[in-house]
């Protein structure tokens, strides 16, 4: 089997078979933790009520009270005019963010430069502009995803950002098609969806809100195992005396050639999931120094994501291509930290900032909803 064969075949498998795995794994652990929690809760729970029967009738009343958790959204009319300190507070934040997804955009820009310069190169023909704009605006599909995740609370904007970047694709479209009698409509909506459906099914699969506290870390480890578990099929069958000599062991421990099958792909798993192992365990260590936050998992994942899936075609112009994603997501990380650091220098400098507590909630079923 050739090289091409094997990655264009090989990473597919790997990416919807890490994608099923982390989708179920998620859930399945999710359900572990929401029983544990919910367990938890109840004999707390039940702690606490036992305490407040136990006071006066005037001390349960004020104790009930002091339970609540009242939350109220300050832009509210009905709620009294915030102070101006309150203001001042909001505009930092909403600059903090701002800011902070133009450091993204800024990175999905470097990525999407990176394919839509491979792809001018491999596909021959000089530097055509419409070309170029082409295929820069599929290639910042990735952006949009990331942008909805860090400016849009409300389904309403979400789909306002999809819609504007879908007015700039069908105007880019136009444009093309112009210039291009040969080109047909079909054609471009067919691109789009070549480049952007498949790894936007895959990150969908973990991005679900139900799983997004742990599918990004589950996915690492998935992605680490299937690897393994595909790559030791693939050295196996790469060598016939190899072969061989596995079907030779197995044989003396009465293994038949499907358990011998199986039993490869499972020591495969396991020998790499050292590595994704190692990896969680890397993860854990910054998150709890908060050099590493769950926005920023999820949006690396988004684009490595995108990156292994986007890379797949392109090995059919030679076998090095396939690391053109992995390039691409460098240039994507180098663009970001650079403008986090930039940020941090100007942050140093500024004391007024409000602290912020962020609680972490794994959803627990509609009860957290």
Request: glycine content about 8%.
């Amino acid at each position: 089997m050739d090289l091409t064969t094997i990655l264009t075949g090989m990473l597919p498998a790997v990416v919807i078979v890490a994608g099923i795995l982390t989708a179920a794994s998620s859930v399945f652990l999710l359900w572990l933790y929401r029983r544990a929690t919910l367990r938890g809760m109840r004999q707390q729970s039940g702690h606490a009520v036992k305490t407040v029967l136990e006071q006066p009738d005037g001390e349960q009343e004020k104790t009930r009270h002091n339970l609540e958790l009242v939350i109220q959204n300050w832009q509210n009319k009905s709620l009294p005019t915030p102070s101006k300190e309150t203001k001042r507070f909001y505009r930092k934040i909403s600059r903090s963010l701002r800011s902070t997804a133009i450091v993204y955009a800024l990175g999905g820009l470097a990525y999407a430069l990176i394919f839509t310069l491979v792809w001018m190169i491999t596909s021959g023909g000089g530097f055509v502009p419409g070309r170029f704009l082409w295929l820069l605006i599929c290639f910042m599909w990735p952006t949009v995803i990331a942008i909805n995740l860090l400016v849009a609370i409300n389904r309403k904007e979400s789909i306002t950002i999809v819609l504007g970047y879908f007015a700039v694709v069908i105007i880019i479209a136009l444009f093309v098609l112009a210039r291009n009698p040969e080109l047909t409509i079909g054609q471009t909506i067919f691109f789009w969806l070549f480049v952007n459906l498949p790894a936007s099914v895959l990150f969908l699969s973990f991005l679900y809100y139900r799983i997004r506290s742990v599918g990004p870390l589950v996915l690492a480890f998935m992605v680490a195992g299937v690897t393994g578990a595909f790559l030791l099929i693939q050295f196996a069958g790469s060598s016939d005396n190899l072969l061989r000599s596995i079907s030779a062991a197995g044989n003396i421990f009465g293994l038949g050639a499907t358990t011998l099958f199986v039993l490869m792909h499972v020591i495969g798993f396991v020998i790499f999931s050292l590595l994704g192992w190692y990896l969680l365990k890397l993860l854990g260590r910054r998150y709890r120094e908060k050099r590493l936050s769950d926005q920023s998992l999820n949006l690396d994942a988004l684009w490595l994501t995108f990156a292994v899936v986007q890379s797949i075609t392109l090995v059919f112009e030679g076998w090095a291509w396939i690391f053109t994603g992995l390039v691409a997501f460098a240039f994507y990380k180098i663009v970001t930290l650079t403008g986090f650091a930039q940020r941090r220098k100007k942050a140093v400098n500024d004391t007024h900032y409000p602290m912020l507590l962020l609680l972490r909630v794994f959803v627990l079923g509609r009860r957290s909803e």
